[in-house]
């Protein structure tokens, strides 16, 4: 059983940078070509965005929107994703989830979600 467990804070200030973890159980980071693992987020009264994804191999792609303040990276040796963004703006309040991209190219497994709220 594929299972994210996400954490990191629920409260960060406007211009800080926000860290979050997802820790993998079930599965390897690094040893399936197929997998990947995303950083996806919702704003309040707003559709899902993506944020961006690293595969197997450490490769990672970011949303062009959001590229300049993103960073997907790994620990392979705790099978965690992390994500950070900074310059944080009240805009950036959502619930941010990790998924894994799955054999269908699809979202299969998905964190628990975290509500971020960006506010002095």
């Known amino acids: 059983q594929v299972q994210l467990q996400q954490s990191g804070p629920g409260l960060v200030k406007p211009s800080q940078t926000l860290s979050l973890t997802c820790t993998v159980s079930?599965?390897?980071?690094?040893?399936?070509?197929?997998?990947?693992w995303s950083w996806i987020r919702q704003p309040p009264g707003k559709g899902v965005e993506w944020m961006g994804v690293i595969h197997y191999d450490g490769d990672t792609y970011y949303n062009p929107s959001l590229k300049s303040r993103t960073s997907i990276s790994r620990d392979t040796s705790k099978n965690q994703i992390s994500l950070q963004l900074t310059s944080l703006t009240p805009e950036d309040t959502a619930v941010y989830y990790c998924?894994?991209?799955?054999?269908?190219?699809?979202?299969?497994?998905w964190g628990q979600g975290t509500q971020v709220t960006v506010s002095s």
């Open positions: 079930g599965d390897s980071i690094m040893t399936s070509a197929r997998h990947a």
């Open positions: 998924a894994r991209v799955g054999d269908s190219g699809l979202y299969d497994y």
